[in-house]
């Protein structure tokens, strides 16, 4: 005699699949939507290892060491130094390179020729 929920192994129909992952989605949002987040402190010095953490546990409030700060307010300023440093360097290369192409143009007529003479006609 079989039980009376119906059989045990019977696999799920479509439509039941289709409803218990709704149900499942659904709450999954809802849970997402209510969970409280933790404070950042120091905005702009988000890491990698922040954003792992922030994955595995969003509720934790994520701050930064006096020195890790320190080190990562470096590296911005020393990015920003390099940054700066590689738009002035091809302006100015840019010129010399020109400045070498007009000598280089100056350069390069013939040393036999001579330049054009108008002659004059005598009567």
Same mark, same amino acid.
Request: charged share 40%.
């Given at each position: 005699?079989?039980?009376?929920?119906?059989?045990?192994?019977?696999?799920k129909? &479509?439509?039941?699949?289709? %409803?218990? /992952?709704?149900?499942?989605?659904?709450? $999954?949002? @809802?849970? /997402?939507?209510? #969970?409280?987040?933790?404070?950042?402190?120091? #905005?702009?010095?988000?890491?990698?290892?922040?954003?792992?953490?922030?994955?595995?546990?969003p $509720?934790?409030?994520?701050?930064?060491?006096?020195?890790?700060?320190?080190? %990562?307010?470096? #590296?911005?300023?020393? %990015?920003?130094? &390099?940054?700066?440093?590689?738009?002035? &360097?091809?302006?100015?290369?840019?010129?010399?390179?020109?400045?070498?192409? %007009?000598? /280089? @143009?100056?350069?390069?007529?013939?040393?036999?020729?001579?330049?054009?003479?108008?002659?004059?006609?005598?009567?």
């Open positions: 005699m079989s039980p009376p929920g119906g059989k045990i192994n019977r696999p129909t &479509e439509l039941g699949k289709k %409803l218990f /992952k709704r149900r499942r989605v659904l709450g $999954r949002d @809802k849970r /997402k939507k209510r #969970q409280i987040v933790g404070a950042v402190v120091d #905005q702009g010095l988000i890491t990698v290892h922040h954003l792992k953490k922030r994955k595995s546990s $509720r934790a409030n994520i701050t930064l060491s006096g020195k890790k700060k320190r080190k %990562l307010l470096k #590296q911005l300023q020393h %990015l920003q130094h &390099e940054k700066a440093g590689m738009d002035v &360097e091809p302006a100015a290369a840019l010129s010399k390179k020109q400045d070498s192409s %007009l000598e /280089k @143009k100056k350069k390069k007529k013939p040393a036999g020729s001579q330049e054009d003479v108008d002659m004059v006609d005598i009567e």
